[in-house]
């Protein structure tokens, strides 16, 4: 049904409602229960889907709704069957997908390595119920509080260790990545008086001064 403002503008009533309660919902931002479906765009309550979704957690990656869903490894949405879903992301993978692979669909509550393993240290970590109770690595993935105090900190991040460094970096002239002092094997004072000399770190090849 559509609806004319007194100026005469067309208002749609069935934009930006929720496809389950049929209720108005506000814009989506990252402190309220909204989302909505990077594919077809419907919107939706994340406490209206069943089972309810935590919307801080669904929200550090893209979200589908159920009829959009496909495998996050292959991107099809084919053997629905052994489509698994996590509950913490929402998101889906075919479980001969998965690295080793599964041999059955689990009767139990799954959980994707990007939520429970860290992402630097691989080390495997609860399940967690909102956002405010994890580590987590500016792409959305899992990080343990050693890694997350190591890897965030204030500073850039070198190309090479990915570790934030609050000294000197260094160029690439190859690959055109910066590096840290520790990982260039030039000092901070060297760093500091670089600018005519080459370098090309270990990654590429071998270092020239």
């Known amino acids: 049904m559509s609806t004319k403002k007194p100026s005469g503008q ?29 594919t077809c765009k419907s919107y939706w309550h994340g406490k209206c889907i069943e089972p309810k979704l935590k919307s801080d957690l669904i929200k550090r990656f893209s979200w589908d709704c159920s009829s959009c869903k496909v495998c996050k490894e292959c991107e099809t949405a084919e053997d629905e069957a052994k489509m698994i ?14 690295t080793p692979k599964m041999e059955s669909v689990p009767s139990h509550a ?26 987590w690595h500016q792409d959305g993935e899992r990080l343990c509080q050693k890694c997350y105090d190591t890897y965030t900190k204030e500073g850039d ?19 055109g990545s910066w590096h840290c002092a520790p990982c260039s094997g030039f000092t901070e004072a060297q760093l500091q008086d670089i600018d005519n000399q080459t370098y090309i770190c270990l990654k590429c090849g071998s270092k020239k001064n």
């Not at 879903?85 to 997908?97: A, G, K, L, T, Y």
């Open 10 to 38: 067309v208002v749609n009533d069935n934009a930006n409602r929720c496809q389950n309660c049929n209720k108005r919902v506000a814009a989506v931002t990252e402190n309220n229960d909204t989302l909505q479906c990077q």
């Open 85 to 98: 879903i996590c509950e913490m992301c929402d998101q889906s993978v075919h479980i001969h997908c998965l």
């Open 110 to 135: 799954w959980f994707c390595d990007d939520c429970v393993k860290c992402k630097h240290c691989t080390e495997r970590l609860r399940s967690v119920r909102t956002l405010a109770e994890g580590f």
């Open 157 to 175: 991040e070198c190309g090479l260790c990915k570790k934030s460094y609050e000294g000197e970096f260094v160029m690439c002239d190859t690959c």
